[in-house]
Every structure is written in structure tokens, then in C-alpha cells.
């Protein structure tokens, strides 16, 4: 019954290889977000997404390629990965207006 | 461009004790302020969401302040467990639509 599941916790991958994380929530919300956290603890948002369309898309590489099949899910691929990549991705998601936002538990990017 | 500055970046207490934890912003004209904590290894948990027309919120031990005209806001937590030993995030949020921007956090370490 988890709110905000990410799959996987943990991926570990090679420079210039392509990666997906996968992102769900089944609180309804309309809202959904990725965030990046670093080696500093720093978190900032990457995407943000309404009702599957894209609302919000912070200065992020286009390598990073947010996908929203639905209201539900907002998966996030990453083509050529650089080491500078390695983080904590967190996706989140929220109702609209003044509504507080629910967090996955993170996947921990490695890049080699 | 807002700016959230938290102070301290860590802190240890005796249990016991109260303690508060301070966020600045930059921008007063926000449109809410959260509170978050984070275990490591997880995810954000959402502990107080102040409107920006309120002045506090109160979840058991937790009391949020916020101060818009200042740009501050404080979390006082009362007789301090082990329990509550986690990193805390304060986000300000400045229009319906937009992003959380986050703080650094403050590192919390409550002593037996």
C-alpha cells in the first residue's frame, strides 16, 4: 500500500549507458515531480508534471527525458550517463493548490 | 531567485531537551512553507505545511512558526527522542503551480 514507489532502490551502471527509473503513485494526485538530490544533501527539482502534461522542466540536460503514460506514473530515462549523475533521484507527487507533497524513497543513481 | 538557508547544519541534543530548528527564505512572497524529515536511506516524510496566511501549526511535539514579512520560519520540537534523529528540510513553495525550493537541512542527532 505505499504511496510513492520508485523502482529500483539502487542502480548502478556504466558512463554512456541509458537508464530508466520508474515512478508510481495511487493517491490520486494530479501533480507528480522528480527531484534530484546530491552529495551535499541539496535537493532540486527537475521535472514537474500535471495530468501528464509537462508544467515544469528546470535547467536539467535533455539527456533526462521525463515520460508520463498516465496521471499515475512519471518515469524518468537518462541517455549517455555521466558520472556527475550519480544522486538520489526522488519522485514526488501532490494535489494542486496548498496540498503537501509525498515522496518515493528514492533511487540511488551509481554512475561508473 | 528564492533562496532557503537552514541553521544549524547539524545539531546533538541530550534527549530530552527542546530544540528548534531555523529556515530562512529570501523571498517573503510565498505561497507555503513545509516541513519535511528525512531518515537515511529514505524518503521525505512531510511532517507541517503553513499556509502563508498562518502564523504556526502544531503536530504533537512538532510546532512549525512562520514569519513571511522576516523570511523565517522555525520548527521547535518538544522533549527531544532518539526517535527523532533525521535530517530536517524546510521548502518554500512561491505560487500554486511552482516548485519546493529546499533548504540544506539540519542534521538532527537526539542522545540517549
Known amino acids: 500500500d505505499t504511496a510513492v514507489s520508485q523502482t529500483p532502490k539502487y542502480l548502478v551502471t556504466q558512463m554512456g549507458n541509458d537508464k530508466s527509473i520508474k515512478c508510481e503513485q495511487n493517491?490520486?494526485?494530479?501533480?507528480m515531480y522528480w527531484y534530484k538530490q546530491d552529495s551535499k544533501k541539496f535537493l532540486k527539482i527537475m521535472f514537474s508534471?500535471?495530468?501528464?502534461?509537462?508544467?515544469i522542466n528546470e535547467t536539467v540536460p535533455n539527456r533526462f527525458s521525463p515520460k508520463s503514460p498516465d496521471k499515475a506514473h512519471l518515469n524518468l530515462h537518462i541517455n549517455s550517463l555521466e558520472l556527475g549523475d550519480s544522486a538520489v533521484y526522488f519522485c514526488?507527487?501532490?494535489?494542486?493548490?496548498?496540498?503537501?507533497?509525498?515522496f518515493g524513497n528514492g533511487t540511488r543513481l551509481t554512475v561508473t | 531567485k528564492q533562496e532557503v538557508t537552514q541553521i544549524p547544519a547539524a545539531l546533538s541534543v541530550p534527549e530530552g531537551e527542546n530544540l528548534v530548528l531555523n529556515c530562512s527564505f529570501t523571498?517573503?512572497?510565498?505561497?507555503?512553507l513545509q516541513w519535511f524529515r528525512q531518515d537515511p536511506g529514505k524518503g521525505l516524510t512531510s511532517l507541517l505545511l503553513?499556509?502563508?496566511?498562518?502564523r504556526e501549526q502544531t503536530s504533537g511535539r512538532l510546532n512549525a512558526s512562520l514569519d513571511k514579512s522576516s523570511g523565517r520560519s522555525t520548527l521547535y520540537i518538544a522533549a527531544s527522542q532518539p526517535g527523532d534523529s533525521a535530517t530536517y528540510l524546510c521548502?518554500?513553495?512561491?505560487?500554486?503551480?511552482?516548485?519546493?525550493?529546499f533548504g540544506g537541512g539540519t542534521r538532527l542527532m537526539v542522545k540517549p
Open positions: 514526488a507527487s501532490s494535489r494542486p493548490g496548498n496540498s503537501p507533497l509525498h
Open positions: 503553513i499556509q502563508s496566511s498562518q
Open positions: 508534471y500535471n495530468n501528464k502534461e509537462l508544467i
Open positions: 523571498d517573503s512572497a510565498i505561497y507555503n
Open positions: 493517491l490520486g494526485h494530479d501533480t
Open positions: 521548502a518554500v513553495r512561491l505560487n500554486a503551480g511552482n516548485m519546493l525550493t
